[in-house]
């Protein structure tokens, strides 16, 4: 059956590497830096017991929507709208530059774009941080191709920038604007992120994905998390990621199975990434 996307399209090129699973914490922290996100989350997912549940489902909606049929995508992505239908209220206390009484729904356009411009952004950082470099080409059509995604789940037909330039020009303006600014939720949200819970033998692994998700944040928000780096850890990360491609794969089936717990059931094919 027809997919929405050709077998040597940038998206399913770039998805498929299982080394993108690691740039989920990046994408949870970057989308939770819009504070309308944040409360969202907080007030409608149990982050507590499973902080990385957003990144299952993202995972299992993104393979039927890049890899299956068009039948098979569409299904997946209106799923994601129904869940999305029910997270909606009100901030009941001042979240950056939003007043108390503030409506959220996960259903706004601008907070549709800001988590797809996030994640967008997210695979393309972490796939040259981890993988290898990409040439503008085929960053601009993996941009091109996510546009169709975004359309599925719900963004507006000509919201999203047009170009990859665009898009991050329009992420740093909403940072330089105060729009995006790590709160207090955020900061509840970074915490179970990072430090999951885990029995004792698997936190050295939850530590080393905590690291990458500290270096690839954008300094900014790293900064606005509290999160400690320095000029020492980047050199030490941008030499230890080179040989640690080849033990990517291995670590990521042990992330999957031991992050997502056993409500997941197996495993899905590591080859697409975070976080919606």
């Known amino acids: 059956m027809a997919s929405y996307f050709a077998p040597d399209s940038a998206v399913r090129r770039i998805c498929r590497e299982p080394a993108l699973v690691l740039g989920g914490g990046r994408a949870l922290l970057l989308q939770a830096a819009h504070p309308l996100v944040a409360a969202g989350v907080l007030a409608h997912s149990r982050y507590d017991e499973n902080p990385w549940a957003r990144l299952e489902r993202t995972m299992r909606a993104l393979d ?3 890899y299956g049929s068009r039948e098979e995508a569409d299904r997946a992505a209106s799923a994601v709208r129904h869940v999305h239908e029910g997270v909606r209220g009100r901030i009941v ?10 409506a959220y729904s996960a259903l706004d356009p601008d907070l549709l774009i800001w ?7 997210t695979i ?16 601009e059509a993996f941009h091109r191709d996510m546009r169709t995604v975004g359309g599925l789940f719900g963004i507006p037909d000509g919201a999203l920038p047009e170009t990859l330039r665009e898009l991050r020009a329009d992420q740093a303006g909403r940072m ?23 029995p004792a033998r698997l936190r050295p692994l939850f530590r080393g994905v905590a690291a990458v998700t500290v270096a690839l944040l954008p300094s ?14 980047e050199r030490v990360f941008d030499v230890a990621s080179r040989p640690a491609r080849r033990a990517i794969p291995p670590t990521v089936r042990l992330l999957w199975r031991r992050v997502v717990g056993p409500s997941a059931g197996a495993a899905p094919r590591p080859r697409v990434s975070p976080a919606r």
């Open 176 to 198: 330089r604007s105060g729009a995006i600014v790590v709160t207090p939720a955020a900061r509840e949200l970074a915490a179970a992120i990072l430090r999951p819970p885990a």
């Open 93 to 102: 206390e001042p979240m950056g530059p939003f007043p108390a009484g503030t």
């Open 124 to 139: 393309l950082v972490t796939y040259e941080a981890l993988v290898r470099p990409l040439d503008r080409e085929d960053a």
């Open 64 to 66: 039927a929507i890049i």
């Open 115 to 121: 988590v797809h411009t996030s994640l967008v952004d």
């Open 220 to 233: 900014q928000l790293r900064a606005q998390y509290g999160l400690r780096w320095s000029r020492g850890r």
